[in-house]
């Protein structure tokens, strides 16, 4: 008669069965202890021992098929700006956020607010700045969590950005990927923090607060959108982690869903709050 084999629990949490070993030292290892590595999943002491994690780039490495696709919508919004750029009916005056708007029922400003960019010169900058992060962000963190987690994750960031921007700002057009890109900031730290990497030690947690700086030291930049989506963005990373930690990853995905749908519905009542 076959004998069951005993069951194996994680070395640093008792209470999770595991089926995985540490390729370096043989003890069994959870999901949240888990680190990739070129000869295996490791512990975090042996991670840390044998495979130094040091840089952004090292949660990721991969196709960023969602992170290409945002990116072109971007650019294609940011021509149709340029191309009716004086006309009240134009692409920015029809999708820019503001809460008066929004209180008349033009809701999908919350989204479309989040792809366009500011007009005139400096509008290239404004793009070019915020494409550049959306590239390296999604380099690192959509290979790490996959294509659909990832759209989600940019989506909490981009409506929780467009209602904290509404909530500081309500009357003034509001237009960029700042939220969303914030909210794909606060998403890699606590994944990096997930797989036993120190995300000050690999530059995120300082690229956040510089960005940070950079929101209350200059004038124009819409405060309430950074941290609004800087707050979506780690909501809906620890929302995804605790759904893996459970074994219900459908959970993570219902998860991503109400954290949009409340962003949303939070930005359409501060609008109607504020708006009329």
Same mark, same amino acid.
């Given at each position: 008669?076959a004998t069951?084999?005993?069951?194996?629990?994680?070395?640093?949490?008792?209470?999770?069965?595991?089926?995985?070993?540490?390729?370096?030292?043989?003890?069994?290892i959870?999901?949240?202890?888990?680190?990739?590595?070129?000869?295996?999943?490791?512990?975090?002491?042996?991670?840390?021992?044998?495979?130094?994690?040091?840089?952004v780039?090292?949660?990721?490495?991969?196709?960023?098929?969602?992170?290409?696709?945002?990116?072109?919508?971007?650019?294609?919004?940011f021509?149709?700006?340029?191309?009716?750029?004086?006309?009240?009916?134009?692409?920015?005056?029809?999708?820019?956020?503001?809460?008066?708007?929004?209180?008349?029922?033009?809701?999908?400003?919350?989204v479309?607010?989040?792809?366009?960019?500011?007009?005139?010169?400096?509008?290239f900058?404004?793009?070019?700045?915020?494409?550049?992060?959306?590239?390296?962000?999604?380099?690192?963190?959509?290979?790490a969590?996959?294509? #659909?987690?990832? &759209?989600?994750?940019? %989506?909490?960031?981009?409506? =929780?950005?467009? *209602? @904290?921007?509404?909530?500081?700002?309500? +009357?003034?057009?509001?237009?960029?990927?700042?939220?969303?890109?914030?909210?794909?900031?606060?998403?890699?730290f606590?994944?990096?923090?997930?797989?036993?990497?120190d995300?000050?030690?690999?530059g995120?947690?300082?690229?956040?607060?510089?960005?940070?700086?950079?929101?209350?030291?200059?004038?124009?930049?819409?405060?309430?959108?950074?941290?609004g989506?800087?707050?979506?963005g780690?909501?809906?990373?620890?929302?995804?982690?605790?759904?893996?930690?459970?074994r219900?990853p459908? #959970?993570g995905? &219902?998860?991503?869903? %109400?954290?949009?749908?409340v =962003?949303?519905? *939070? @930005?359409?009542?501060?609008a109607n709050? +504020?708006?009329?």
């Amino acid at each position: 008669m076959a004998t069951a084999a005993p069951t194996r629990t994680c070395y640093r949490h008792p209470n999770r069965e595991t089926g995985v070993s540490c390729s370096n030292c043989g003890r069994p290892i959870c999901p949240d202890c888990m680190t990739p590595t070129p000869v295996g999943m490791r512990c975090p002491e042996c991670s840390r021992d044998r495979t130094p994690v040091r840089t952004v780039r090292s949660i990721g490495g991969g196709a960023a098929a969602v992170t290409t696709v945002l990116i072109v919508i971007n650019a294609i919004a940011f021509l149709a700006e340029l191309g009716t750029n004086s006309s009240a009916n134009g692409a920015f005056f029809r999708g820019a956020l503001d809460a008066p708007d929004i209180a008349n029922g033009e809701w999908w400003r919350l989204v479309t607010g989040g792809f366009l960019h500011a007009k005139g010169s400096f509008g290239f900058i404004h793009i070019g700045f915020n494409m550049y992060l959306l590239w390296i962000l999604g380099q690192m963190l959509e290979p790490a969590i996959g294509r #659909l987690r990832f &759209a989600g994750v940019y %989506a909490v960031g981009l409506l =929780a950005g467009s *209602a @904290g921007a509404i909530a500081v700002n309500p +009357n003034a057009y509001t237009v960029g990927a700042s939220g969303a890109v914030f909210g794909l900031m606060g998403a890699t730290f606590f994944e990096m923090r997930a797989r036993g990497i120190d995300p000050f030690q690999s530059g995120i947690g300082g690229l956040i607060l510089i960005n940070l700086v950079f929101s209350f030291a200059f004038s124009g930049i819409s405060i309430g959108g950074h941290i609004g989506g800087l707050i979506g963005g780690s909501l809906a990373a620890l929302a995804l982690q605790a759904a893996d930690r459970a074994r219900q990853p459908a #959970l993570g995905y &219902a998860a991503l869903v %109400a954290l949009a749908a409340v =962003a949303a519905v *939070a @930005g359409v009542v501060i609008a109607n709050h +504020n708006g009329l």
